[in-house]
């Protein structure tokens, strides 16, 4: 069975990176996509970005100045950074195995605050 | 940006009453539209991809419908558990996009 799972502060202060882990077990990350969503206080969804079976990378242009998403192969993991963050941030991040049917599969999402 | 307009934004009915939940995208996008449930508290969890292809697992009164621009998801005799936030998605575009959601509630 495919399982996610989201690490990482809760915490931020504003001007900050904002770094997360996604462990995945079940399932290779060398194969599919993987990506990163949040939800904002209010309920709009945010898809923001994804690393794909080989290594290369999308994000949604409105991140990406600020986005970076990277992966360690060797401990089935994957990373999201998100550079110079503000209080409107702030949300519960997702990662998910991405693609075009639909997220399938998701993290239990990690809430994570801008504040100073 | 593809940007897909639900409605309504809040539902209210009662446990056994069936309902409609419409997605409306701002372009053609064919049947790349997908559609989740999100509980209170949890992650959000696939219902129907591409429009009306079930997925495993899910309960056989969830359907869905439509093409091109417009989209529903269809609950037949609504049940308790049903009462939580629905979200369509479209990857037509590399860019995915998400619908604000619809609220179902307990009238």
């Known amino acids: 069975e495919v399982q996610l799972q989201e690490s990482g502060p809760g915490l931020v202060k504003p001007s900050q990176s904002l770094s997360l882990t996604c462990s995945v077990t079940g399932y290779s990350i060398t194969s599919n996509y993987w990506g990163w969503i949040r939800k904002f206080p209010g309920n709009k969804m945010e898809w923001m970005g994804y690393?794909?079976?080989?290594?290369?990378?999308s994000y949604n242009p409105s991140l990406k100045s600020r986005i970076s998403i990277t992966r360690d192969t060797s401990k089935n993991q994957f990373f999201l950074q998100l550079n110079s963050v503000t209080t409107e941030d702030t949300a519960t991040y997702y990662c998910a195995r991405t693609g075009s049917s639909g997220f399938a599969y998701w993290g239990q999402g990690t809430l994570v605050t801008v504040s100073s | 940006n593809i940007v897909l307009t639900q409605s309504p934004a809040t539902l209210s009915v009662t446990p056994g009453e069936s309902v409609s939940l419409s997605c409306r995208a701002s372009q053609s996008i064919s049947t790349s539209i997908h559609w989740y449930q999100q509980k209170s508290n949890e992650s959000p969890r696939l219902l129907i991809k591409?429009?009306?292809q079930s997925i495993s697992g899910i309960p056989s009164r969830f359907s869905g419908s439509g093409s091109g621009t417009d989209f529903t998801l269809s609950i037949n005799r609504v049940e308790s558990e049903d009462f939580s936030i629905y979200y369509c998605?479209?990857?037509?575009?590399?860019?995915?996009?998400f619908g604000s959601g619809t609220k179902l509630e307990i009238k």
């Open positions: 998605q479209q990857s037509y575009s590399s860019l995915f996009t």
């Open positions: 690393i794909s079976y080989s290594g290369s990378t």
């Open positions: 591409y429009a009306s």
